[in-house]
């Protein structure tokens, strides 16, 4: 499949780039937290991280932190770390199979400096993309419940409102729904399917994909050409859109 071409920002000016930090420095006083490493507010989540960390004491087990550009244009909302991905190493979709699908993908087109490996210290670097996920806690069966999605929601909105992206991927239902939830829209609003593109306030747009998980690629559910139309879409739409002064640097 061919590559896109990573998506350029125009350059801006020192006054625009003061304006941009000033913003950004007084909306951070105004938004609550996008992250607590020591959040424990959903009791079931908590004591099973716990537990992870007493079974295997080498893991971060705790909440995972975004990673990425944190003035991205792309913002890709997965569901939540996997037990021996994200969970062990403390990065985002990191030393598991639906990171390899990602973040190879990732870089085809131009958003992350190499292909990832299992070491979260590899040095990748993501590019006008940030990655985060519906619920920051590692759940049992990879399974949050609705109350645990909704009681981590803040964080999501917290991110989205502070990176201000363009385009937003969720990664299956949950994250579709969290994003809207997030966002103050109703989920019947914006019914989720694979590729789907949705127009939201404020000029976002939202597309949706099934999750890259192992299970959905060793089903068929979805291929790897079909993820790769997705994320080939998406650079395409960020190469047409006008960079805004929140995303100029």
């Known amino acids: 499949m061919a590559a896109t071409a990573s998506p350029a920002r125009p350059s801006a000016s020192r006054a625009d780039r003061e ?10 006083l105004l938004t609550p937290p996008l992250f607590d490493l020591s959040c424990a507010q959903c009791p079931r ?8 960390r007493v079974s295997h004491p080498l893991y971060h087990a705790r909440p995972v932190a975004p990673f990425g550009d944190p003035h ?12 021996h991905g ?13 990171g390899v699908l990602l973040f190879a993908t990732l870089h085809r087109h131009g958003f992350a400096s190499h292909a990832g490996s299992a070491d979260p210290h590899d040095g990748l670097v993501l590019r006008d993309c ?5 619920v920051k806690c590692l759940p049992p069966a990879n399974k949050p419940l609705p109350a645990e999605v909704r009681e981590c929601n803040h964080y999501l909105a917290a991110e989205i409102a502070t990176t201000r ?5 969720a990664l299956g239902r949950i994250a579709h729904d969290a994003i809207l939830i997030a966002l103050g829209l109703r989920a019947r609003d914006f019914g989720f399917r694979h590729h789907a593109w949705h127009a939201l306030p404020g000029g976002l747009s939202l597309v949706d994909s099934y999750h890259c998980s ?36």
């Open 72 to 83: 991205a244009r792309f913002l890709i909302v997965g569901l939540a770390p996997g037990m």
């Open 19 to 28: 304006a941009e930090q000033r913003d950004h420095t007084a909306e951070a």
């Open 86 to 98: 994200a969970n062990r190493t403390g990065r985002p979709f990191t030393g598991d199979h639906a």
């Open 165 to 169: 992206p363009s385009v937003l991927l």
């Open 214 to 249: 192992r299970y959905n690629t060793q089903t068929l559910r979805l291929t790897d050409a079909m993820f790769d139309a997705v994320i080939r879409d998406v650079a395409l739409r960020l190469r047409d859109l006008p960079a805004t002064a929140a995303h100029v640097r």
């Open 130 to 134: 940030r990655i985060t996920n519906a």
């Open 45 to 52: 989540l908590a004591s099973h991280l716990g537990e992870v």
